[in-house]
């Protein structure tokens, strides 16, 4: 089945430093991918999403490329602030049995410091 | 416009009880789906609803069910509740639940089962 695998956390930077999270990705079809972003006591926000391959999807500072040739979709951000302190899931999105679903990686826990 | 709205955002129940949670989507949104949220097996899916009909479901038990109102209004219900069941749920509704379609989640419905 689908599945997507992202780094562990938690990930501590200081404020201005650079961001990679990581994330990769199984999947049959050719699926969409997204980045969400959850504050604590607090759903799940889109950050950002790819439908296709070489796609770049952008928010806030935040980038990610969907690499279909290394099923990768790593999350990047050059200048990290104190409010970006959160828990970030990578997703994708099938069309699959008739329906939708998302797929999400375990969550990176970002804490960024003065 | 008024995001996901999820009724009630606490609850604490007994084993063996019922509970049912309620999920209002964005106005015009007509697909809605379930998620469940634990620290030791992260965001798993349980089931998506369109126009009514079930399109998808997760791996959940049958003590698991859902429906969706012509309104779009969904709720799910979880009987003989065990202390596993403990978790955040959570609802998202897109406007057709096609893979590209980005999900929009609520404040999800936090579950104590004592």
């Known amino acids: 089945g689908d599945s997507v695998t992202q780094m562990e956390g938690p990930v501590t930077l200081s404020e201005e430093a650079f961001l990679t999270i990581n994330c990769t990705y199984t999947?049959?079809?050719?699926?969409?991918l997204f980045w969400y972003v959850q504050y604590p006591g607090e759903g799940l926000q889109l950050l950002l999403k790819?439908?296709?391959?070489?796609d770049k999807g952008s928010n806030k500072g935040f980038e990610a490329t969907y690499r279909k040739e290394t099923t990768s979709f790593h999350l990047e951000k050059g200048s990290v602030q104190v409010s970006d302190s959160a828990v970030y899931f990578c997703?994708?999105?099938?069309?699959?049995?008739?329906?939708?679903?998302?797929?999400f990686g375990t969550g990176t826990q970002l804490k960024v410091e003065l | 416009k008024a995001g996901v709205t999820q009724t009630p955002r606490y609850l604490i129940k007994t084993r063996g009880q019922q509970v049912t949670l309620s999920c209002s989507p964005i106005?015009?949104?007509?697909?809605v789906s379930w998620y469940q949220q634990t620290p030791g097996q992260g965001l798993q899916f349980l089931f998506e609803?369109?126009?009514?009909?079930?399109?998808n479901k997760g791996n959940f038990p049958g003590r698991f069910s859902g429906r969706q109102f012509s309104n779009s209004r969904s709720e799910m219900n979880v009987s003989t509740l065990e202390l596993g069941d403990s978790a955040l749920y959570l609802c998202?509704?897109?406007?057709?639940?096609?893979?590209?379609?980005?999900?929009?989640f609520g404040q999800g419905t936090r579950l104590t089962v004592v």
């Open positions: 609803y369109f126009s009514e009909t079930q399109r």
């Open positions: 999947a049959t079809g050719y699926p969409s």
């Open positions: 790819a439908t296709k391959a070489d």
């Open positions: 997703a994708l999105s099938e069309f699959t049995g008739g329906g939708n679903k998302l797929t």
């Open positions: 106005s015009g949104h007509r697909s």
């Open positions: 998202a509704s897109s406007l057709d639940g096609a893979r590209s379609t980005e999900a929009f």
